[in-house]
T-cell receptor, first 119, second 116 residues
Framework: NAGVTQTPKFRILKIGQSMTLQCTQD?????MYWYRQDPGMGLKLIYYSVGAGITDKGEVPNGYNVSRSTTEDFPLRLELAAPSQTSVYFC??????????????????FGPGTRLLVL | AQTVTQSQPEMSVQEAETVTLSCTYDTSENNYYLFWYKQPPSRQMILVIRQEAYKQQNATENRFSVNFQKAAKSFSLKISDSQLGDTAMYFCAFRTGGTSYGKLTFGQGTILTVHP
């Protein structure tokens, strides 16, 4: 299993340009997430999805859009890049909570990140 | 809304010694989970240890253990026999139980440097 893969690894954008950050997981996970990490800070949730066709906003969704047409893919779209979107972007996935009742929380598996610089 | 606070921006420790990283959180929930993630220079996020709030016993994973104080809303990470490979940024994270869809709230992180 490759786990969670992200492309590109690094990108420079000009203000106003658009781009799509790709995320793919091969673990058949229902839940997928996009986080951003600003320098020296923790991760903040941008959007998440609980299955194909179902997405919802996280803590910092403004300036971004997502779609989930398949279980494997969860792309993040930046329509009009702004300097405030300079950050490292992480995609993550997890399975449904255990149905066995043992209370074990599902583990989130993270991709390697995409570093985005908007100039 | 939940908040997670890590009050130590940076910590350092000598190889083979023990270090403790602090984390406090605020929530009105009773059912939740706590995590410590490690982020080495490669930027990959790696799960170190997790704790279920309903469990009184502190979680342990090899050299890593936690001190979970539910009443104080404190969740510290102890690293024993520190190794050079432990050098990384460490994040404390929180998620509620029930239908939270696994959404995590992260602290600001603590940079840990292990010196030879």
């Amino acid at each position: 299993n490759a786990g969670v893969t992200q492309t590109p690894k690094f990108r420079i954008l000009k203000i106003g340009q658009s781009m799509t950050l790709q995320c793919t997981q091969d673990m058949n996970h229902n839940y997928m997430y996009w986080y951003r990490q600003d320098p020296g800070m923790g991760l903040k949730l941008i959007y998440y999805s609980v299955g194909a066709g179902i997405t919802d906003k996280g803590e910092v969704p403004n300036g971004y859009n997502v779609s989930r047409s398949t279980t494997e893919d969860f792309p993040l779209r930046l329509e009009l890049a702004a300097p405030s979107q300079t950050s490292v972007y992480f995609c993550a996935s997890s399975s449904l909570p255990s149905l066995s009742g043992d209370g074990r929380p599902e583990t989130q598996y993270f991709g390697p990140g995409t570093r985005l610089l908007v100039l | 809304a939940q908040t997670v606070t890590q009050s130590q921006p940076e910590m350092s420790v000598q190889e083979a010694e023990t270090v403790t990283l602090s984390c406090t959180y605020d929530t009105s929930e009773n059912n939740y989970y706590l995590f410590w993630y490690k982020q080495p220079p490669s930027r990959q996020m790696i799960l170190v240890i997790r704790q279920e709030a309903y469990k009184q016993q502190n979680a342990t994973e090899n050299r890593f253990s936690v001190n979970f104080q539910k009443a104080a809303k404190s969740f510290s990470l102890k690293i024993s026999d520190s190794q050079l490979g432990d050098t990384a940024m460490y994040f404390c994270a929180f998620r509620t139980g029930g239908t939270s869809y696994g959404k995590l709230t992260f602290g600001q992180g603590t940079i840990l440097t292990v010196h030879p």
